[in-house]
């Protein structure tokens, strides 16, 4: 089974942003050494996806697992939350549908009913609006890396490794820096494209996104499966966050054509990757 080819962006919290009880499991887990590599989990998952088989009459038993990264004053920790993740979507497209015998073609009423009744899960995060969609520790893109991603990153944090045997390019970042980062990217777009701007939305999204979890928290854009996309040498001379930053730059001091032509690189280059999918 092959690596997936996509990019994550994920948070990893102190144990102080869980619960007691989940934060004792963390903590018990990162004792153990039991965090899944950021290489590996991708693939781990989806072998426990495919090992379930279909959706019948109950929830896939994916494991409870999370990546674990060392911080200043102890483990930091980005729970996978596969299985209420499921849930959700299924709840979501239960709901969603008005024909009830359409919904179940899809969904049985039982895994309907089990998706309903475990909920967004205790590791999750909402904003304190009233049926506020629940907010997960990673966000995954197949065969691209989203721009509002480069936002919250510079080149300075990258950490590249290209070997014949492994492939990894990842930026770390702490909160608090990408949370300013993506205020300001955000406002430099709404004054300059409109708050309507389907960019500066996203943006703002990414913002709120930010804003649900610990203050401490370490923010991670990984490349993933991508870094065998694209060869090495078009590894070691990445600069998207760089475009995306000098696009920023241009667009704050009213240089449209410099920032139109930032932007275009970008989309040139992450073109070509996106084209591969239809040859894979």
Known sequence: MTVPFAAYFRVYE?????????????????????????????????????????????LPPVSDEAYVIAGDDGPLICPWQVRPRIAQAIYKLAAASNNARLAEAFISAEVAAEAAALGPGPDSRSTDEIDAE???HEHVATWHVPVRWFVCVEA?????????????LRYRVNMAKARHRAHKAHAVLRASLGADNPVAESTRDLTEWLAVFHPRSIVELDYGGLAWVLSADELRTDDSPQLVHDGLIALARGDIASAGRSYERLMRRWRQVRLLERSN
């Open 156 to 168: 300075a944090e990258q950490e590249l490794v290209v070997t014949d045997e492994r492939r990894l």
């Open 14 to 58: 102190p144990l102080a942003a869980f619960t007691a009880e989940r934060a004792q499991r963390w903590r018990r887990y990162a004792g153990e050494d039991r965090g899944v590599p950021t290489e590996l989990g991708p693939l781990q998952q989806r072998q426990e996806l495919y090992e379930s088989g279909a959706l019948g009459t109950k």
């Open 134 to 136: 629940p907010m997960w």
